[in-house]
Nanobody, 129 residues
Framework: VQLQASGGGSGQAGGSLRLSCGVT?????????VAWFRQAPGKEREFVAA??????????ADSVKGRFTISLSRDSAKYTATLQMDTLKAEDTAVYYC????????????????????WGQGTQVTVSS
């Protein structure tokens, strides 16, 4: 399983940015939970948002609830996990990582960093106030 993150960049406080994560490989014969994490300078990596493989079960960190939206879509080649980030704050500045964990069914949501075995490369998000 491979994850490729894209998007991010720089934005203004109060503005919006969108991150995408393409999930490819041996994904159509198994189930996965996907999530976004972030790591700010000098801080540990933290959970941001997660989705079940069906996309119907979602979880958010309190710090982003009501501002960020995670969604999951698929086509014939891949799944794409999108993180829509609205009402940005300076404290959202971080390197963002997408991750996937193999799970037993489409309803499972995973939020623990230690449970994720597949990770994409990080993408920088910088929010100026």
């Amino acid at each position: 399983v491979q994850l490729q993150a894209s998007g991010g960049g720089s934005g203004q406080a109060g503005g919006s940015l969108r991150l995408s994560c393409g999930v490819t490989g041996e994904i159509f014969n198994s189930y996965y939970a996907v999530a976004w994490f972030r790591q700010a300078p000098g801080k540990e990596r933290e959970f941001v948002a997660a989705s079940s493989w069906s996309g119907r079960r979602i979880s958010y960190a309190d710090s982003v609830k009501g501002r960020f939206t995670i969604s999951l879509s698929r086509d014939s080649a891949k799944y794409t996990a999108t993180l829509q980030m609205d009402t940005l704050k300076a404290e959202d500045t971080a390197v963002y990582y997408c991750a996937a964990a193999r799970v037993p069914n489409v309803r499972v949501v995973v939020t623990s960093e230690a449970s994720f075995e597949f990770w994409g490369q990080g993408t920088q998000v910088t929010v100026s106030s």
